[in-house]
């Protein structure tokens, strides 16, 4: 089992910036791909940006350029750098982990590749979540 919880979520003015941060704790030698997704009542959960254990990372287009993931695996720590906030980007946002190796986002959507098949927001493990919250 591997135990995620996540910090670093607030209020911010469209524009601002934020850094999430989540620390993983139990078989965290398991942990292949790291994640962040997000979540909006009434819609499904959505990947935001995912990194493998050797940091080769990839992320949803719409915050190409703004975010950035990043890990320390000797701390066990998943970070996601969020800058040029907007409106959009407000969210719950859960910090993910899995034991595969590959992991990857296209357009819209991010997954782990396990058995050769790609599954969205399929990952083994979640936070409780830390929220995100956009103001004009």
């Known amino acids: 089992q591997v135990h995620l919880v996540e910090s670093g979520g607030g209020s911010v003015q469209a524009g601002g910036s934020l850094r999430l941060s989540c620390v993983a704790s139990?078989?965290?030698?398991?942990?292949?791909?790291m994640g962040w997704f997000r979540q909006v009542p009434g819609k499904p959960r959505e990947g935001v940006a995912v990194?493998?254990?050797?940091?080769?990372?990839a992320y949803r287009n719409s915050v190409k350029g703004r975010f950035t993931i990043s890990r320390d695996n000797a701390e066990n720590i998943l970070y996601l750098e969020m800058n040029n906030l907007t409106l959009d980007d407000a969210a719950t946002y859960y910090c993910a982990a899995d034991p595969t190796e590959k992991c990857s986002c296209v357009g819209i959507y991010c997954y782990a590749l396990r058995d050769g098949r790609k599954w969205e927001r399929d990952f083994g493990f979640y936070g409780q979540g830390t929220q995100v919250i956009v103001s004009s």
């Open positions: 990194i493998e254990r050797d940091s080769q990372t």
């Open positions: 139990g078989s965290t030698d398991s942990i292949g791909c």
